[in-house]
C-alpha cells in the first residue's frame, strides 16, 4: 500500500496570503484548458471500464476512512474543512479600506483629574495619575462612539457572538489612550469612570467587552442607570397635543413682545423742545399776538433744523437790516433781508433757563424709563426664544417617531396623542485597560437560504462575492458572511418577513447592494445586484442605503 507523506511543519500562511491565491476567474478559466479526464473517452466503457470504477470507489472509502483520523506515533491529527482564517486576522477589521469612522481625539494632561464630555452626553472621568506615563509629553485619549449599525460597519467591529447570535446594539464605545503612537496603562488602583448615553431601554440587554486577542465578547461588569425625560406612550408628562399648544402659546408671546419693541419710541431732544448742540441757534424777536402758542416759550432761543436742507452756515456773520419769524403750515422760519440778499431757513423754538433745566429732567426721566422698559423687553425675547427652541426640538422629536411609526421598538402605529416622555438610560461602568466596550442583546442568525445564488451586477457575467452584510432593520442588527467571519458565503440568508439591506464586497473590492432583501430577490438562483460607484462610499450614503431613504432599488 502506497504510503501516505505528511507534512508536520509545513511553511505557514497568513491571511494575506491565502486571499492572493483566492482567485475564482482563474480557476474557471484554468478548467476550460484540461484535456478530457479518461473516463469521458468513448473507449473507456467497456469492461475495463467498469472493473476501473469499481476499484476506485472502494479505494475512495478506504481513503475517507482513513484520512478522517490519521494516527502516527500515538499522535492523532484531525482534517476538517472549516472556513477559518490564520490567527493573524486582526478583530477589528475594516471592510472597506477607503472608508473610515474617524475617532475623536482629546489631549490629557495627566498630572490633573480630566473630564471629557461627547455630544451625546457620554462622559469620560480620568482620575489624576490614572495614566502611567513617563514622559511630560501629554496623553492622546482617542474615542469612537458607535449609536447606529453602519458607523460599526464601517468600522470593522464585529457584532456576532458565538457562532450562531448576532448582537443589537443599545450603545457602544471604544477608547483608546496612546502615547508618540505607544498604547499607555491605565493604573488597576486609578481606573477610568464611563457614564455612558443609551439608545435603548437596557431591559433584556447585557454588557460586554470585546476581547481582542480571542476575538470574542464576553461578559462585564456594569451598572444602567435611569436618567432624564425622553419619548413614551401614556404618560402623566406633557403629550404631543400639549406640546404643541405650548410651541403655539410661546410664538405668540413672542410676536406681542416683538410688537412692543418695534413700537417703543426712544425719547429725543426735539420732542422736549431742547436744543441740539451740534446745531446753530439764535435770538428772534416775535409778535406774541401774532404767535400765541409760542407765549410761554419767552426768552427763548431759535434753532436751525439742519437736518432737512445743506445751507449756507455763515449767514449768522452777515449783516441784515430785518429778521422776521414766518408760520407755514405749522412750520417756522426765519426770513433775513438786506437791500443785497434774502435768506430763508428752517428754524424751532429750543428753551433756555429755567425752563430749559425742567425740560431736561423730564427728558431724563423719560430716557431712563424707555432704556429699562426696552432691557426687560429684550430679556423677555431672548428667554422667550430659548423656551420655544427646546419646545420646537420635543416637537420635531415626536413628529419624528411618528413618521417612523414606531415606539420603543415595537412594530405598531401610534396616535400622536398618545406619545410623551419616557425616561432615557446610561449604563455606568469602570475599565483598567483600552478598547471596545458594548451594550448588546444577543439575536440569532437567520437560516441559510437554500438556493445556490449566483450573484450578478445586473445583467453582467457572474461575480465572486468574498463578503456579504444583512441589515436586519426589525432586530436592529446585521448578519455577516464570508472571509471575516465563521458563517460563509455559502450561510447567506435572512428573516423574509423583515424588512433587509444586503451589502456585498466582491474579488476586486467593489461594493454591491440590494434592497428590500428577501429569498424572493432570487430568480432562477440569480440575484441581482446594484454596483455602488467608489466615490459614492460615503457613511451618509451608505447609511440611507440601511434606512431606505431617497435611493430606489
Known amino acids: 500500500m502506497k504510503k501516505l507523506k505528511i507534512n508536520l511543519d509545513r511553511p505557514y500562511l497568513n491571511s494575506e496570503k491565502i486571499e492572493s491565491k483566492q482567485n475564482f476567474n482563474e480557476v474557471l478559466n484554468g478548467s476550460e484548458k484540461l484535456k478530457k479526464p479518461i473516463w469521458k473517452k468513448p473507449w473507456f466503457y467497456g469492461p475495463i471500464g467498469v472493473a476501473s470504477i469499481l476499484f476506485l470507489i472502494t479505494i475512495g472509502v478506504d481513503k475517507e476512512i482513513s484520512n478522517s483520523n490519521i494516527n502516527l506515533n500515538d499522535k492523532t491529527i484531525t482534517l476538517n474543512n472549516q472556513n477559518t482564517l490564520p490567527e493573524d486576522t486582526k478583530c477589528i477589521h475594516k471592510p472597506l479600506e477607503n472608508l473610515e469612522y474617524k475617532f475623536q481625539t482629546f489631549s490629557i494632561n495627566t498630572e490633573l483629574k480630566q473630564i471629557i464630555k461627547l455630544s451625546s452626553g457620554t462622559e469620560i472621568t480620568i482620575p489624576q495619575g490614572s495614566l502611567n506615563s513617563n514622559s511630560s509629553e501629554k496623553i492622546e485619549i482617542k474615542i469612537r462612539e458607535f449609536e447606529t449599525k453602519i458607523e460599526s460597519f464601517i468600522a470593522g467591529i464585529p457584532m456576532d457572538y458565538k457562532e450562531n447570535f448576532s448582537f443589537e446594539s443599545a450603545g457602544m464605545i471604544e477608547i483608546r489612550g496612546t502615547r508618540d503612537g505607544e498604547e499607555v496603562v491605565i493604573s488597576p488602583s486609578k481606573p477610568l469612570k464611563i457614564s455612558m448615553v443609551l439608545s435603548k431601554n437596557p431591559r433584556n440587554f447585557y454588557f460586554w467587552k470585546l476581547d481582542e486577542s480571542k476575538k470574542e465578547w464576553s461578559n462585564y461588569p456594569s451598572k444602567f442607570k435611569k436618567v432624564e425625560a425622553h419619548l413614551v406612550e401614556n404618560s402623566e408628562l406633557p403629550t404631543y397635543t400639549k406640546i404643541e399648544k405650548q410651541l403655539n402659546g410661546t410664538q405668540n408671546l413672542l410676536k406681542e413682545n416683538n410688537r412692543k419693541i418695534q413700537e417703543l419710541v426712544e425719547p429725543n431732544l426735539i420732542s422736549y423742545n431742547l436744543p441740539v448742540k451740534e446745531n446753530q441757534h439764535f435770538d428772534l424777536d416775535f409778535n406774541t399776538k401774532e404767535f400765541p402758542e409760542l407765549e410761554r416759550f419767552k426768552g427763548m432761543e431759535f434753532e436751525v433744523i439742519s437736518d432737512k436742507v445743506a445751507y449756507d452756515k455763515s449767514f449768522t456773520k452777515k449783516t441784515w437790516s430785518s429778521v422776521e419769524l414766518i408760520k407755514e403750515n405749522d412750520n417756522y422760519f426765519a426770513v433775513f433781508s438786506s437791500k443785497e440778499d434774502k435768506f430763508k431757513i428752517a428754524v424751532r423754538p429750543v428753551l433756555n433757563g429755567k425752563g430749559k433745566d425742567l425740560a431736561e429732567l423730564?427728558?431724563?426721566?423719560?430716557?431712563?424709563?424707555?432704556?429699562?422698559?426696552?432691557?426687560?423687553?429684550?430679556?423677555?425675547l431672548k428667554s422667550l426664544t430659548i423656551k420655544l427652541n427646546l419646545q420646537q426640538l420635543k416637537y420635531n422629536e415626536i413628529l419624528k417617531v411618528i413618521d417612523q411609526g414606531y415606539m420603543n421598538g415595537v412594530d405598531?402605529?401610534?396616535?400622536?396623542?398618545?406619545?410623551?416622555?419616557?425616561?432615557?438610560?446610561?449604563?455606568?461602568?469602570?475599565?483598567?485597560?483600552?478598547g471596545v466596550y458594548n451594550c448588546d442583546k444577543q439575536i440569532s442568525y437567520p437560516r441559510p437560504i437554500d438556493n445556490e445564488i449566483i450573484f450578478r451586477y445586473n445583467n453582467l457575467n457572474p461575480v465572486e462575492i468574498i463578503r456579504a452584510f444583512v441589515f436586519d432593520e426589525k432586530n436592529d442588527t446585521r448578519y455577516s458572511f464570508g472571509a471575516i467571519k465563521s458563517h460563509r458565503i455559502s450561510?447567506?440568508?435572512?428573516?423574509?418577513?423583515?424588512?433587509?439591506?444586503?451589502?456585498?464586497?466582491?474579488?476586486?473590492?467593489?461594493?454591491?447592494?440590494?434592497?428590500?432583501?428577501?429569498?424572493?430577490?432570487?430568480?432562477?438562483g440569480i440575484l441581482k445586484i446594484n454596483l455602488l460607484d467608489k466615490k459614492d462610499q460615503k457613511l451618509e450614503i451608505l447609511a440611507k442605503l440601511i434606512q431606505k431613504t431617497s435611493i430606489e432599488s
Open 491 to 524: 450561510d447567506l440568508g435572512c428573516f423574509d418577513e423583515h424588512v433587509n439591506t444586503l451589502l456585498v464586497i466582491d474579488r476586486e473590492g467593489r461594493l454591491g447592494y440590494v434592497l428590500n432583501f428577501n429569498s424572493s430577490k432570487i430568480n432562477n
Open 412 to 434: 405598531n402605529k401610534i396616535n400622536s396623542s398618545q406619545i410623551s416622555v419616557k425616561e432615557n438610560f446610561k449604563v455606568e461602568f469602570t475599565i483598567s485597560t483600552f
Open 362 to 380: 423730564e427728558f431724563s426721566k423719560s430716557y431712563e424709563f424707555y432704556n429699562k422698559t426696552k432691557n426687560e423687553l429684550e430679556n423677555e
